[in-house]
Structure formats: C-alpha cells, structure tokens
C-alpha cells in the first residue's frame, strides 16, 4: 500500500550552471555599457526634440537675422545659403553626422563655431555652478551636523525653521534682493558684469559671489534638512549606532565615522541630480547679473532661431545631467562597501 | 487509491540576481526539483533554514511567481502553464497565511473588507450574504465582529491581525491552505492560540495544510508528515513520528540535536553536537550532495553523486548515501553506486545526473519491515 | 588575553551550580537591579519597567524570559543607558556598588563597552555596513584605552577573533559585514563586545535572529567564553527552552514586572507563577504527538499605559480570583531561592 | 521632524521628572496639530485673499489705471500699498498676480498628479518593457530644456496663464511620474498585494483599491511641494517674459518690472517677492507637516 508516488520521483539536477557562466567583460563594464547606452537614446531622444519644436517656431533665423523689414525675398535667400530650406530630417541628419565626426556646427547668427562659443561661455557657468556648490555644501554639512547631534535642541530648531525659509526664496527674488542690499544700498559688490579669473581672481569672486550666493542658498537649505533628517533616522533607528553606543563610542564619533558615512550616499545622489535643475536656474541668474555664461548664450540663441547653438549647449547640458548620474553612482559604489556592479549582496 | 489533494513533482525556481546597476550577478537556485504530494485533509510539515526555499517553493505552488519547471496539480489541475484566468479559478480552493499579518493585510483596508475581499473577487453571493458570511468567518478564528470588524490591521495585535488573515483564506471554502510561517512572529502565548485554531480548523472543516517553519517542534506539532529541506532540496520526507524518532539524514540529526529542549529533567544543552559552519549560497551549490560542506558522515562519493531520494523505511524516504539510523546504511544502493561512482573518478560536476536519471526502478531498494 | 590555552578542557562538563548564591564571593553581587521603573513619555505614558529588581552574581548566567513588550530588553538597555530620550528611568541600577542611573555621560560611556558589554537580535543590522570588521573591533579597543597603538590593535583584534572561532581572522579583518554569514557577524558581535574583558556580558535575543544549527553553535560558544573569562552573562530571551539549556538562573517577566525567579533546575521542576506555567504549557514539544492541542490561554498582554492595580496576569489566568484583580502579589522569595509573585501558585508539582 | 520636547539627555538616563507628564503629552499632540493646521490655515488665507475677497471687497481692477493715480506712496487713502508707474493699485495687483500664480500652480500640479500619478502607477505596478519605455520617455522629458519648451511654447501659442500651465506640466508630469512610480515599487513588494492577487482580486481592482490608496499620500505631500516649486517656476517664466504677459499681473512679472526701478522703488520688487515668499513657505510647511504626520521620508 504505498500511498503515492509523493516524494519518490527522482529528484532531477536541475539548475546547476556552473560558474563557467560566459563571461561577458568586467561587471563594471557592462555596468558602463549599460548606462551608455540609455544616456545616447536619452540624448537622441533630446536633441531630436529640440530641433523638431525649433523648427515649428514661427520664424526662423533668416527672418530673425534680417528683422522685421526684410522682404520675403531677402529671407528666403538667406535661408537658402544657411541652409534651412532643406527637409527637417536632413537638417537633422547633418548635424548628427557633424557630431558624429566631431563638429558640432556653425552658428547661424555669428557664423563662429558652436565649439569655439561653448568654450568661451561653459567655463563662466562651470566656475559659478562650482562656486554655488561648495558654499552649499560647506555649509550644509557642517549645520547638518550641529542639528542632528542634539535633535529638537535649539540649534536645531532655528536652523531646520531658517533652512525652511531659505528653501522657500526663489532664486531670482534673492538676486534682486542681494543685489538691492550690496549693490544699491550699501554698494560693496558690482550688480552686472563678469571678470574672467585669468585677469583678476578676486575679482572675478566679487563679480560670481553674488550670483553663486543666489543659486547656492536653496541647495544649502535643502541639503542641509535633508542630511541633518538621514542622520537623525540613522542614529534613532539604526542598530549598528547602538552597537557603537553600546560600546562606549563617544557621540560625536558616531555621528562622524558611523552616521554620516551612512548618510552621504543619499545626499550625493540628490546632489547629483540636482545639477541637471541647477543648470535652469543659471539662465535667469545670468540674465540678472548680466554674465557671459552658456544659460544666456541658449536664451539668446533661442530667440535668434539659431538651432545648431541651441542644439550644442541642449546637448551640453545633457551630457552632464548623465555623467553627473553616472558619477554619483560610482560614487556611491566607492563609498558604499555593499554596492559592488555585478556581485549579488 | 485517490488522486493526492496536490501534487508538486520536481519543481524548480531559480531567480536571476542583479547587482549595482542591474548587472547580471548570478542564478539563485531556490528550489532544485523537488517532489512531494498533501493528500486531503493532511497536513505536511516543510521545514528548513533560513535559505532552504521553502517560502519559494510554497509561492511556486501558488504559481506566484510562476516556478521555472516542474508540475503542481491540485485537485487533478495542472497549474503549472494554465492561462491567468483558469489559474485564478484554480488556484480558489488553495489559499497563503503569511508569516507578518501586517504586511499580508493592506493597512487601509478594515477587517470586514480584508475577509469579503476573496469572496468579492470570486463574485460569491449577495452584499448582504457576503457580509453574513464575514461576519461568521471572524467568528470562526475568534474574534467579535461587531468589535473588531471595523478595525484596520494597526488597530489589531499581531495574533488578532493573524486570526484575520486566517478568517480571509478560509473564505472561500479552501481544501489545501499553506501557511508560510503563518505563527513564527507571535509570541508564545498566542502562537499557542493560534495553532489551536488551525487545528480545530481542520479537524471540524477537513482542511489539509503545508505547514511552513524553521522551528522542528512546532512542525511537529501539527504535522501528520514533515519534509525536510536543505539548499533547495528535500532531503528527508516521513511520517512525523518516525522521522523525529529514526532521523535518517544527518542533516535532520543536526537539525534535532540544535533544539534547547525546555525540559528540566535533562537540560540538555546541545554542547558538542551542533554542526560546524553555515550553509554554502543557493547561487553555488556544492556538487553531488547539497549538505556535503558540513555532513560528519560525508565521503567522495558524496562530492560527485547526488543521492536521490529512497524509501529507507515505511513511507520514509531520505536523499543520502549514508544514512544514520538504517543499521545497515543502504548496502545495496551505496555499493552499486560508489561502483559506478569509482568507474568515472574524474566526474565532471554535471554528469552526475545520468546515473540519477537512469534510475527508473523508483520501486524502493531499502525498506523497513514496518 | 591568553584565552587560547585556557581551552579544550571546560568543554563538555555542566555548569557549576553554586549552591550559596550570592553572599560569598568579593563583596555582593555584580549587578544589583532595585525596584526599576521605565516610563516612555509619547502621547500616552508608557510603563514598561515596574519596579523589577534581580542580582546578577558574578561569573554566572541570568536568564530574562518574557515575551515582546514584558519589559526585558527595555530593563537591560536602561542598564546600559541607552534607552531613548522619552524614556525616564528611576531605581537604582548598581553595578560592583556603583549607581549607574543618574552617572553623567562621560562615566558612563567608559562603563559601557567596559564592564559592561552587549550584543544585539540582529547581527546583520548591528554592524556598521560601511566600515570593516577589523575597524569596529579596533574602534572598540581603542576607545576603551587610548594608549593602544594600531599595531597592538591589530593583534588583539585578530586575538579576539581567534577567540571567537572566526576562521580566518587576517582576511576577515578587512572584509565588510555584507561578506560574512549571520553567524560570522554574530561572531564579530562577540569579539567586540569582549574586546575591554567585561565583566558583564549583556545577551539580548542573541540568537533569535539565527538558524537553530546556527544558534547552537553560538550559544555553544557565549557559553565556552563565559566559563573562561568569568564573565557574568545577562542572556535576554524568549525562549524558555534556550534558557533552560544555558542559564543558571531563571527570571520570567511579564508586562513590565519580575514574576518568578529560581534557579534553572528548581524553576523548571516546580513552576510556580501560572504564567510560567502557561508559557510552559504552550511550547510545543518534540515528545508530544502531532495534532496534540497546546495548553493555551486566551486573551493578549495588558495594555502598559493603564495602570496595572492588581496581577496583570490575572485576566488570562485560569487560576485567578478577585484579589487577584484588585491586589499586587508581592515578588518574594517564598521558598529558599525561588521568588515569586502570585496568589495562587500551582502547588508541588512534577510539573505539567 | 517629531522629536521629543526635551533637551536631550545624552544616554537618556536622567531620573528628574520633567513636569506633568499629561501635559507634555497634550503639548506634543498640540504642536504635531499646529504644524499641519498653521500652514493649513496660512494656505486658505492666501486662496481666500486672492481668490475671494477681490469679488467682495473694496479691491480696484489691477488693470487700466489712471495716470493721474500713479506713483502715489503705500498707505494712501484707498491703496494700502500705493500705486504703481501706470497708476494700478499695488494691492489689487499682488492679488490678482497671486490668483494668476495659484491658478498655474493648481493647473500644473493637478495634470502632473493626475498625468503623471498614472503613468507612474501604471509602470511601476506592471515592470518590464513597458515600464522601460514609459521610464525612458519621461528621461527625456526631464532631460529636455525647459527654456526651449518654455519660449516655444510662448512664442508659438502666444504667452500666457493656460500655455504656461503647458510648459509647466511637461516637468511636473515626468517628475509625479517617478515619484509614483518608486511608491507603487514600492507597494508591490508588500504581501498584500501577493494576497490579494491570491485571493483572485483582479489586477484593474488591485490598483484601484490596494495601489492608489497607498501612494496617495506620498503624491499629495509632493504636490504640496510641488505647489511651492510651481509657483516659484511660473514666477520665472513671466520674470523672462514667457508666462503671464503684461498688463496683466502675476508676481513674476510684476518682479521683473520692478527690477528696473530697484533702486528707487524696491517695494516693487520686495512687495511681490514677499507674497511669493509667503506662498512658498506654506505650502512647504504643510508639505513637510503632512509628511509628518503620515511618517514618510
């Protein structure tokens, strides 16, 4: 009478793929590979669009060149020798063929290489965008620290309540704010302009502080509320703390080489992503301070119709939101032991 | 004889696992073929470590997800490879109890709509039946409806916020229920509760359970049969009795000699008996036997073939060469198998499937008088 | 720290159980727990410490029993001093004749991870996931004594790991966490824990987090090094049959409060407090036939943020009375060793 | 952000009693209250003052002024915050610009809720391919420069409130997208939804029922965030002259007027800036509150 052939079937040997598994390249580059290869179909996807909802604005950089005068005539013709009464597409195709062979064309209104401008202009936006991030930060750390090592404490209430309101100004408000205080009334700092570093570096840091300042204090703000929040839940809720505390670890301590290690993976991450936001926020504060960055070189460009500029600083700005992506998740796996491309935890 | 309530014969999953940036990482092998069948109204203990696959083989029944290969049928069904709706209809009269009450209930949800969910789903009855039928269902598992009915599980303890979970799968007249830890995070107290309640079940209602746990007593408890797993597979399968008293795979002896047993008599500590290390990862399993890295009783020939699983006593059946209680530890079988084993020294990890495979006389070579 | 040689030969033998309990030895006991009272402050006061007093002798082990929310890992981290801030702790907790309830910080961290040492549940979440396995057990040397250089460091680090059988202790050191298996942490655990030769080892839920061969082998070890080194061990579970193995002595808490105490052999053989009799009566057990119902009792733990008047295990007890509900038991010493607090205690029985 | 009303005692080892402990149980409830319904009632001030009282109270129309009033001081009789170059009152127009920016805001976010919520609902509960594709679209989306759209837009529909609400939209939609879709990942893995697709509850009603009423208060705290970011952006667009056109207020152009008279008149500038300020800080604190209160991170 046996009962069934319940667990008598032969037990077969499934699943054994040996570790001779095809080894395809290192983990880390397929890792690369991988976000490569989304970040070109990003980029396609960006560009593409760009020239498409360019070229459906009324008007076009002939027109915008020769002003409201010009005879239709006169328009086409120029049209004609800039190339624009060709089919979408094939604008399209000749500029991706320039980028493929390196050249990223020439500049409809200027007829200077789109190169040689964003050379020119990108070092102006990069030095404000690093100045903004460093105030950000070197603040923001140190203020985190200070409010998460007594939670609810004073230091931490005022500087969470500020924080909210600096969080709270948008960027443009602080300029004229800023620029009414320092430059108006009290006139210590310089309203417009823009002193490359090369001529005079102090300068040029009174000429970029007022602009970085404006950019940097909502970052400051949000980085400081969202360090100071991980580090408090770390040190609540995380049990490795206790084991830290429980074995005579001083606070600080635990908030420096336990908490904070801990925390930094979040914050980079948003820094990260932050830049792709940051680089819209330097198009107004360049146009307030009235600095020779790429953000008012792509205003400009937009309204003159001139597609191959706007088309390079679009794919300029592209590029670093991915790199700036794929940079924090390096990072992250730098820093954070369990994150290792292609090893399972 | 009838066909068994269920019947899962060499299932497999396996899931790919990806490291930092969705990068290939390697294959977890979480059930390796395994065989075993509940019959109706029986209850089978499964029972395992942490990383033996036992929730996974407990979701690849319910098809949840799919299982990689193998057969479940259920009441003559084939659920392996049905189309979602049939699957649905299916898989009406085998219901889950999960380990955590509070994560298996949706928080926003009150205890009434939690219970009327599976008989909505299934259109059963009237509004006004179904509220009946809910009502008498939380009196089933015990708890007042007029007072706990409105509750959302955070309102409910952990064992009231169970007896709900129970009260939902027994909605729809369920034959098979598989309770996946369904009493490890209770308390002692109300663990007690709660297993009394799964037993009356059934015993008034005739259900058969697969009792999932980590803990040897409490499977005991309430187990007519146990299986045993390691690393994804079943090493061991008996009548509860016979395999707590003449364990016959090394791996259950260590698994019953780890228990701190709450007795005065004999406060036996198990000094001395527990067995070294911890188990290998289900992503590379050792070849031949699975439990060969930490078996005292493990030879060569453990390394290259994997021992299949034989019925060394009444109903009982073990996966090793050499088992422990048999006093003559399976001559017939090990000779003949060490032989082949012998004539092909320098097996390859892969081969080893062939002497398994052409082992059709599944017909036992050991057996117990009983 | 020449635990190597002290070795194979305390292996196999049972405990020593000393009949004179406490008085004898240097001075009192260790640790010296009086009418401890937690409160945590929230939208309602929490008690989850009612004045529970216990002695830990030196050089033995002490076993907490109780189920979640019974107060024993509450009452063990106010030994510590790492109870949250809403929490407020009032008693007295004294430690070799020192009050540790009220020491200012400073003095108090020297005390934990000194004298006093704990390990945790969850090994996986108790280790820092980013920092190496050599640098928590350094951390923990130095902090205890500044002096130490890195050198000397490194050796007693890999000593103490070699002393907690971790098997190849030069790669482990620079491994992190992630790579080691919950036996291993646990292992890393106990390495740091013991790093300052504590004098009192503080055990909570060590194992519960581990597999059952896994938790052998652990409590195979805690045991082995408390035999060793002398420490006294404060072993928090709620497993009576794990305390039945390894303690000396047993105490039961439920709801807050200390309900029986006794040596493990005596505790077992005649259980007094019905709630150590119901927890006894609902582990199931290898020796009982399947399907054989538990001896349960209805009802869930009381409500800690109502006043409890009488014995809060009065509603579930089968054997409560009206006094029951409406006065404290006292916890006593009602027999020589065996404290306990109940009415009606189950009379001299095998047991059930 | 809940913490105990206590300094902290290091160690948490301090016997001294800290007054009744009803009463810092009470005062705690009331400040948690406070930090919900003082925003709360912050952002109804600010709807009823832009919103309501230009129909019943004494308000002049922003517009079409008379020359003859312009310029006069804050505090004349009938102008509380005096008159601008144009001779419109200042008040009616902080007001009518506030309704401007709010009706952005609530058009905004209420798409990229509503848009947005379901696509990422929609991705994150149904993986694979199609989450794939959904994802990278919306990868694009963010990538794209929101001045290009911004100036297409204007210049090809013309400027104003609806098409800023457009440009607007084509980044709150992306970004409640990934917010949504990162809290329906995030319910999926819950047991509830195994049980309930177990207990045979279809995948339409499992949505509806288990999904949304779990991301729904993670969508909601973020539009309130998301109001903040919206009125600050719409501030933008009509400071570049991409949103609202004169003479019509908003408080993004009514800004960007007042730059040219900075040094003279700041009130122009500083008037409009504060009520943004206001705004911005309300919503935020009743972002920041909620979560709170429903104990995300």
Redesign the interface.
């Known amino acids: 009478m046996s009962s069934s052939a319940s667990a008598s079937l032969p037990a077969p040997v499934a699943g054994r793929a040996g570790p001779l598994a095809r080894v395809t390249g290192s983990p880390l580059l397929q890792f690369l590979g991988r976000r490569l290869l989304a970040a070109i179909v990003v980029l396609w996807g960006v560009t593409f669009l760009t020239f498409v909802v360019l070229n459906h604005l009324p008007g076009n950089a002939a027109q915008q060149l020769l002003g409201i005068n010009a005879t239709p005539a006169e328009i086409h013709q120029l049209s004609v020798k800039l190339g624009l009464d060709k089919p979408l597409l094939t604008r399209y195709g000749e500029w991706l063929h320039g980028l493929v062979t390196g050249s990223l064309g020439h500049s409809l209104a200027s007829g200077q290489s789109v190169t040689s401008i964003l050379a020119s202009d990108l070092p102006v936006t990069f030095e404000l965008i690093a100045f903004a991030f460093v105030i950000s930060l070197g603040f923001a750390v140190p203020i985190a620290l200070l409010a998460a090592r007594r939670p609810a404490g004073i230091f931490d209430r005022a500087s969470m309540l500020l924080s909210m309101a600096g969080l709270s100004i948008a960027n443009y408000v602080l300029a004229l704010v800023l620029v009414y205080f320092f430059a108006v009334k009290l006139n210590w700092l310089p309203a417009l302009g823009w002193v490359p570093p090369s001529r005079s570096l102090s300068q040029n840091l009174k000429y970029l502080i007022m602009p970085a300042v404006s950019i940097a204090l909502a970052l400051l703000c949000f980085y400081a509320r969202l360090l100071r929040a991980d580090l408090v839940e770390q040190l ?1 809720d ?3 703390v ?9 606070p600080w301590r635990i908030i420096l ?2 908490a904070l ?2 925390s930094v993976f979040g914050l980079i991450t948003v820094v990260a992503l932050n830049l792709g936001t940051l680089l819209g926020a330097t198009v107004i504060i360049e146009q307030i301070f009235g600095l020779p960055g790429i953000g008012h070189e792509l205003l400009s460009a937009i309204n003159s119709r001139d597609v191959p500029v706007v088309e390079g600083t679009v794919l300029v700005f592209g590029v670093i939101v991915v790199l700036a992506n794929l940079i924090a998740d390096l990072l992250y796996s730098a ?4 994150v290792k491309y292609g090893s399972a ?1 | 004889m009838s066909e068994p309530l269920l019947e899962v014969s060499n299932l497999v999953q396996e899931f790919t696992v990806r490291g930092g940036g969705g990068v290939k990482a390697g294959v977890v092998h979480a059930v390796s073929g395994v065989s075993f069948s509940v019959e109706p109204g029986e ?1 089978l203990g499964l029972v395992g ?2 990383g033996s696959g036992k929730s996974t083989l407990a979701r690849a029944v319910l098809q949840a997800p799919r299982p990689k290969s193998g057969s479940v049928r259920f009441r003559g069904t084939e659920l392996v490879g049905l189309k979602h709706r049939q699957l649905v209809r299916a898989r009406r009269h085998m219901q889950l109890v999960f380990q955590d009450p509070f994560g298996s209930l949706d928080p926003k949800w009150r205890a009434r709509a939690l219970v009327e969910e599976p008989l909505v789903a299934f259109k059963v009855g009237s509004k006004g039946e179904r509220r009946r039928r809910v009502d008498e269902l939380l009196d089933v598992v015990g708890l007042d409806p007029s007072r706990f009915g409105n509750r959302r599980p955070r309102e409910l ?1 952990g ?2 916020a169970q007896r709900v979970a129970i009260a939902r799968a027994l909605a729809l007249d369920p034959s098979l229920i598989i309770c996946d830890e369904a009493v490890s995070s209770l ?7 709660v ?2 309640l799964l ?1 009356r079940l ?1 015993s008034e209602l005739g259900l058969a359970y697969l009792f999932i746990a ?5 499977v ?5 049969r146990v299986a045993v797993m390691y690393l994804g597979k079943v090493v061991e399968i008996g009548p ?2 016979s395999l ?1 008293r003449e364990p016959l795979h090394p791996y259950t002896v ?12 004999q ?10 290390g ?2 290998p990862s289900p992503i590379d399993p050792p070849s031949g036997c699975r439990f060969r890295t930490r078996c005292p009783r493990a030879q060569d020939l453990c390394a290259t073939l994997e021992p299949p699983l034989r019925e060394l006593a009444a109903n009982h059946y073990a996966a090793c060469h050499f088992p422990v209680t048999v006093d003559a530890p399976a001559p017939e079988a090990s000779a003949e198998e060490a032989a082949r084993a012998e004539s092909t020294p320098t097996v390859p990890v892969a081969t080893p499937t062939v002497p398994v495979a052409t082992q059709p006389s599944r017909p036992p070579t050991v057996r117990r008088p009983s | 720290m020449s635990a190597n040689d002290a070795g194979p030969a305390a ?2 033998e049972p405990a020593v159980v000393s009949q004179a309990e406490e008085g004898g030895a240097a001075g009192g006991p260790l640790l010296e727990v009086t009418d401890l009272r937690v ?1 945590f ?5 929490v008690r989850a410490v009612d004045g529970l007093s216990y002695t830990v002798p030196r050089a033995r082990t002490v076993a907490l029993i109780g ?2 929310g019974s107060g024993k890992t509450v009452s063990s981290r106010a030994i ?11 008693g007295s907790i004294r430690f070799e004749g020192e009050e ?4 200012p ?1 400073p003095k ?7 004298s006093i ?2 390990i ?1 549940q ?1 090994p996986a ?7 190496r396995i050599g640098a928590q057990i350094t ?2 040397i130095h ?2 004594d500044r002096s130490v250089s890195d050198a000397a460091a490194f050796d007693h680090a890999i000593e103490l790991m070699e002393l907690v059988r971790l098997p190849a202790a030069r790669e482990r050191f620079r491994q ?1 966490p ?1 790579q080691l ?4 942490r646990q292992r890393v ?1 106990i390495a ?2 013991l ?1 300052a030769r504590p004098k009192l080892l503080i055990a909570d839920e060590a194992t519960t987090a581990l ?7 652990i ?2 070890l805690l ?1 082995d090094l408390q035999r060793r080194l002398g420490m006294a061990v404060i072993m928090i579970s ?9 303690a000396d002595d047993v105490l039961v808490m439920y709801a807050g409060r200390a309900v029986e105490r006794a040596p ?2 005596k ?3 005649q259980v007094r407090m019905q709630y150590t009799r ?9 020796e ?11 009802g ?2 009381p409500d800690l943020s109502v006043q409890q008047l009488g014995c809060p295990f009065a509603p ?1 007890c089968p054997a409560a009375s009206q006094k029951c509900v409406e006065v404290r038991p006292p916890f006593a010493e009602q027999e020589p060793e065996h404290l306990w607090a109940c009415w009606h205690p189950a009379g001299v029985e095998p ?1 059930s | 952000m809940a913490a ?1 009303t ?1 300094v ?8 001294v ?2 007054g009744p ?2 009463a ?2 009470r005062f ?2 009331l400040r948690a209250a406070g930090s919900i319904w003082v925003p709360a009632g912050l952002v109804l001030l600010i709807f009823a003052l832009c919103f309501v009282w230009p129909l019943i109270g004494p308000v002049p129309p922003p517009t079409g002024g008379s020359i003859l009033n312009s310029n006069l001081p804050s505090f004349s009789p009938g102008h509380l915050f005096g008159t601008d170059a144009t001779g419109n009152d200042e008040w009616s127009r902080l007001l009518y610009g506030g309704r401007a920016s709010l009706e952005v805001a609530l058009g905004v976010n209420a798409i990229g809720l509503i848009v947005g919520g379901l696509l990422g609902a929609f991705a994150g509960y149904v993986g694979g391919w199609r989450d794939s594709v959904i994802m990278r679209v919306l990868d694009v989306l963010i990538a794209f420069p929101s001045l290009v759209l911004a100036v297409a837009i204007a210049e090809r529909l013309g400027p104003g409130e609806l098409h800023a609400i457009w440009a607007l939209s084509f980044f709150s939609v992306p970004a409640f997208a990934r917010i949504a879709r990162a809290a329906t990942l995030r319910v999926r893995e819950q047991n509830y939804i195994v049980a309930a697709q177990l207990s045979g509850t279809g995948h339409l009603r499992t949505l509806l029922r288990h999904v949304s009423p779990n991301i729904i208060p993670q969508l909601t705290t973020f539009a309130l965030l998301g109001m903040g970011i919206t009125v600050v952006l719409e501030g933008a667009l009509s400071f570049l002259g991409l949103g609202i056109p004169p003479p019509a207020p908003s408080w993004g152009n009514m800004i960007a007027a007042g730059q040219g008279v900075l040094s003279s008149q700041p009130k122009f500038v500083l008037l409009p800036s504060a009520a943004l300020f206001i705004t911005v800080i309300a919503f935020n604190l009743l972002g920041e509150g909620l979560r709170a209160r429903w104990g995300e991170r």
Do not use: C
């Open positions: 609540r995380e049990d490795y206790t084991t830290a505390r429980a074995k005579g670890v001083g080489r336990h290690r801990n820093l954070d032991p369990r935890n | 209850t470590e942490t303890s064992g009231q308390d002692v107290l109300i663990r007690a509760q297993l009394n037993e059934r980590h803990d040897l007593a409490l005991k408890q309430v187990s007519d509860a009795d707590y260590a698994l019953l000699a780890s228990i701190p047993s709450p007795d005065p008599e406060p036996q500590a198990p000094v001395g008996k527990a067995i070294h911890e188990p | 292996t196999g409160d402050h929230g939208a309602r006061t189920e979640s510590m001093g790492l109870l949250p801030e809403s929490a407020r702790v009032v540790l309830i009220g020491l910080e108090m961290r020297s005390i934990r991870g000194g040492a704990m945790f969850d979440r108790s280790l820092n996931p980013t920092m951390e923990a902090t205890h992190y992630h298996s919950g036996g291993m655990m740091m824990a790093s597999d059952v061969t896994t938790q052998a082998q409590m195979e045991r709620h497993d009576l049959g794990l305390a039945a193995s390894f493990t052999r505790l077992f053989s119901a927890l006894l009566g609902a582990i199931p057990r290898l009982n036939p399947p399907h054989l119902p538990l001896a349960a009792v209805p869930q733990p579930r047991r | 105990p206590e902290a005692v290091p160690g948490g080892l301090e016997p009693v800290v402990e009803v810092v149980g705690r409830r």
